[in-house]
T-cell receptor, first 110, second 111 residues
């Protein structure tokens, strides 16, 4: 199946700075999901986007789905140490399997 | 998240031994999945199941066997463990296009 490419691989920010991770696909996506994995933990669902141009917010997190449904982004405003972890995007295929991006590891300096 | 459990949480075994990792979910979700996550990497699908007695291969199935005789259980067996199978294994479940819920993971070391 088609992969989803995720960048950057790592991001090290000062607490209070913003953070963005991007997910790109060469083909149109029917949906995109975002997960967060804390160090030593398991992936936890954050959100699912299905509509072209969709924007959803969860407190300091803003999720976007591109107009062409080929890319998505997760933006965190004013990072906190609690935001530390790896953020994965994933597309769900027709068999309800998730194909994960490689993840972006966020480190936050207090 | 408490509805999906994995056992053991940690396992050390030797090359050539058979190992079974257990996964149990209490939600009666139709779909169940096994992923492996290698240090510093993403998640790769090993096997998945759409319902009891229905299983299919994922991206990296070689060396693994699964079964699903009951909806709530989805054990993963390493028939003859190799060092390259040292990894963290996650089980997950969901209803159709719904959110996927992950278990806490099993950290497996093959010596």
């Amino acid at each position: 199946g088609q992969q989803v490419m995720q960048i950057p691989q790592y991001q090290h920010v000062q607490e209070g700075e913003d953070f963005t991770t991007y997910c790109n696909s060469s083909t149109t996506l029917s949906n995109i999901q975002w997960y967060k994995q804390r160090p030593g933990g398991h992936p936890v669902f954050l959100i699912q986007l299905v509509k072209s141009g969709e924007v959803k917010k969860q407190k300091r997190l803003t999720f976007q789905f591109g107009e062409a449904k080929k890319n998505s982004s997760l933006h965190i405003t004013a990072t906190q140490t609690t935001d530390v972890g790896t953020y994965f995007c994933a597309r769900m295929d027709s068999s309800y399997k998730l194909i994960f991006g490689s993840g972006t590891r966020l480190l936050v300096r207090p | 998240d408490a509805g999906i459990t994995q056992s053991p949480r940690y396992k050390i075994t030797e090359t050539g031994r058979q190992v079974t990792l257990m996964c149990h979910q209490t939600w009666s979700h139709s779909y169940m999945f096994w992923y492996r996550q290698d240090l510093g990497h993403g998640l790769r699908l090993i096997y998945y199941s759409a319902a009891a007695d229905i299983t299919d291969k994922g991206e990296v199935p070689d060396g693994y066997v699964v079964s699903r005789s009951k909806t709530e259980n989805f054990p993963l067996t390493l028939e003859s463990a190799t060092r390259s199978q040292t990894s963290v294994y996650f089980c997950a479940s969901n209803r159709a296009s719904d959110t996927q819920y992950f278990g806490p993971g099993t950290r497996l070391t093959v010596l």
